[in-house]
Antibody, heavy 122, light 107 residues
């Protein structure tokens, strides 16, 4: 079955960088767009970034644009989120999620990982 | 950015009740809307997409309607496993945005 496993979270100082990974299995990874969605403690969901199934397009939320970069390695069935210039406002559980539609971009999410917690604190 | 406003922010209901949650978009999004259910400590789960299409495996007591700016999620007969927080999400344009959530609590 579809499985998404995030890793790379942890405690990081303000201004530093962190890279999250999401390893996929159980489906043809190269045929699906992938996204990152975050949730600050006790708060709602915020879409962070998305990458098309073929990697041709990337989109970002306003609060992370210019600081975060999404990428994918289809040879490793993995999507990444490089996060730079982190601030306290980036503290959240980060989920990776699969696009609902095969070989297209519906921008809805049908499978989610368990999440990885990023805490930005000195 | 398109703002998504959900109401109510919380609702208390009993098992067997009919529950309706609304979501309003700040501009027309056609049918580019999904609904998710999230339980504490868990990842969200998609219930409805394209405003009214039930995701495979989701019980038929869940239904969605609406287009343009106004949307509704209805649970026809609330079950114990339905107590959770529900979010709407627009996929009409970037950045993708979620509503603030509606917590369905036990009365």
């Amino acid at each position: 079955q579809v499985q998404l496993v995030e890793s790379g979270g942890g405690v990081v100082q303000p201004g530093r960088s962190l890279r999250l990974s999401c390893a996929a299995s159980g489906f043809t990874f190269s045929s699906y767009g992938m996204h990152w969605v975050r949730q600050a403690p006790g708060k709602g969901l915020e879409w962070v970034a998305g990458i098309w199934y073929d990697g041709s397009k990337k989109n970002y939320g306003e609060s992370v644009k210019g600081r975060f970069t999404i990428s994918r390695d289809d040879s490793k069935d993995t999507v990444y989120l490089q996060m730079n210039s982190l601030g306290a406002e980036d503290t959240a559980v980060y989920y990776c999620a699969r696009d609902l539609v095969l070989a297209a971009s519906s921008n809805w999410f049908d499978s989610w990982g368990q999440g990885t917690l990023v805490t930005v604190s000195s | 950015d398109i703002q998504m406003t959900q109401s109510p922010s919380s609702v208390s209901a009993s098992v067997g009740d009919r529950v309706t949650i609304t979501c309003r978009a700040s501009q027309a999004i056609s049918s580019w809307l999904a609904w998710y259910q999230q339980k504490p400590g868990k990842a969200p789960k998609v219930l409805i997409y394209a405003a009214s299409i039930l995701q495979s495996g989701v019980p038929s007591r869940f239904s969605g309607s609406g287009s343009g700016t106004d949307f509704t999620l209805t649970i026809s007969s609330l079950q114990p496993e339905d107590f959770a927080t529900y979010y709407c999400q627009q996929a009409n344009s970037f950045p993708l945005t979620f509503g603030g959530g509606t917590k369905v609590e036990i009365k």
